[in-house]
């Protein structure tokens, strides 16, 4: 159907979609709209020119359906949610039609296949995730999904109803594989990645006094609040991280150097070596003054028994 705005909006809203007001329509608007089902998916095929539109927010009665937009011709950018996404010709997103929703586009022809929420198995936060967020369509599941919707809305009257209900579970099958695949490369990725520079610089500045969660987010240019946020699903928070690296040096330290316990605590940032000897024994149980006397008794004993002692007489047998 090629219609003028008004039949052409009447003719969406009789689609599911929701109300749009196109902010570029004018008298000369036209567009073309053709509709078909497929078992219980919607197969919704759009041509319209130059558009800029907003949704307004919908009853959640009426979001029964979610909505898979596949471009096939021009660009457009959509707002949703917390998703902003810039699509071109295959690509595809997931729209929710109770949300607010902005976009603007090119000359563009699109199909978008209104899917039952029930028929995707997809958990509400993992939705949330993936509102208005770019499925690539050139290659893998996404490229998949773009190929059926666009064959799917030319030919999905030619079904009988039991090829479409199998056709529709093959199509919800793959829009639910491509959504998954977008949900792993939306894993937090970047949040691991500057974890671990953090625990980079962490390490090379142990010795440090003034090593601490301010000095550390301000080298990341992050701030201290996004710092604790990195380290909140990790066994130790930024501060105890620290401490216990520190630790863990002074511990090899004692054991292999010799020096005094006050010495090395001091190496490692501890300028209180009372604090620091209540803090050793309290994570492994025994006194740092004990370790560096055991070890300098065991380095005393080894020089003192020499190369003839402790069997040297029998390694000569």
């Known amino acids: 159907m090629i219609g003028n705005l008004e039949s052409f909006q009447d003719e969406?809203?009789?689609?599911?979609?929701?109300?749009?007001?196109?902010?570029?329509?004018?008298?000369?608007?036209?567009?073309?709209?053709?509709?078909?089902?497929?078992?219980?998916?919607?197969?919704?095929?759009?041509?319209?020119?130059?558009?800029?539109?907003?949704?307004?927010?919908?009853?959640?009665?009426?979001?029964?359906?979610?909505?898979?937009?596949?471009?096939?011709?021009?660009?457009?950018?959509?707002?949703?949610?917390?998703?902003?996404?810039?699509?071109?010709?295959?690509?595809?997103?997931?729209?929710?039609?109770?949300?607010?929703?902005?976009?603007?586009?090119?000359?563009?022809?699109?199909?978008?296949?209104?899917?039952?929420?029930?028929?995707?198995?997809?958990?509400?936060?993992q939705i949330d995730r993936l509102i208005s967020v770019r499925i690539d369509g050139s290659h893998g599941p996404g490229a998949l999904v773009s190929v059926l919707a666009r064959e799917s809305a030319?030919?999905?009257?030619?079904?009988?109803?039991?090829?479409?209900?199998?056709?529709?579970?093959?199509?919800?099958?793959?829009?639910?594989?491509?959504?998954?695949?977008?949900?792993?490369?939306?894993?937090?990725?970047?949040?691991?990645?500057?974890?671990?520079?953090?625990?980079?610089?962490?390490e090379t500045r142990l010795a440090d006094p003034d090593l601490s969660p301010p000095g550390i987010a301000a080298a990341h240019n992050i701030s201290v609040r996004r710092l604790h946020k990195l380290f909140e699903d990790q066994p130790l928070t930024v501060a105890a991280l620290i401490r216990r690296r520190r630790l863990e040096r002074c511990r090899a330290e004692l054991i292999g150097s010799g020096r005094t316990v006050t010495a090395v605590a001091a190496r490692w940032g501890f300028s209180d070596p009372t604090h620091f000897s209540k803090l050793f024994k309290a994570t492994y149980g025994y006194n740092a003054r004990a370790l560096a006397t055991s070890n300098r008794a065991q380095t005393t004993k080894t020089r003192t028994a020499g190369p003839d002692k402790d069997g040297g007489d029998q390694g000569r047998q």
């Open 12 to 125: 969406l809203a009789a689609s599911g979609f929701p109300p749009l007001v196109n902010k570029l329509a004018g008298a000369s608007f036209r567009g073309r709209i053709a509709t078909r089902d497929l078992g219980p998916l919607r197969l919704v095929s759009l041509d319209t020119p130059e558009s800029a539109c907003i949704g307004r927010e919908r009853d959640a009665t009426d979001g029964e359906n979610l909505a898979v937009k596949v471009m096939t011709r021009g660009r457009t950018r959509i707002e949703q949610g917390r998703g902003d996404a810039e699509l071109g010709p295959t690509d595809l997103v997931l729209l929710d039609p109770t949300r607010t929703l902005r976009f603007a586009s090119t000359a563009a022809a699109h199909v978008t296949i209104l899917v039952p929420r029930r028929e995707l198995r997809i958990r509400p936060a």
């Open 154 to 202: 030319r030919s999905a009257t030619e079904f009988r109803e039991a090829e479409a209900l199998r056709s529709a579970a093959a199509v919800v099958e793959l829009i639910a594989v491509a959504l998954e695949a977008r949900l792993g490369d939306e894993q937090p990725a970047p949040d691991e990645w500057l974890r671990n520079r953090v625990v980079g610089y962490i």
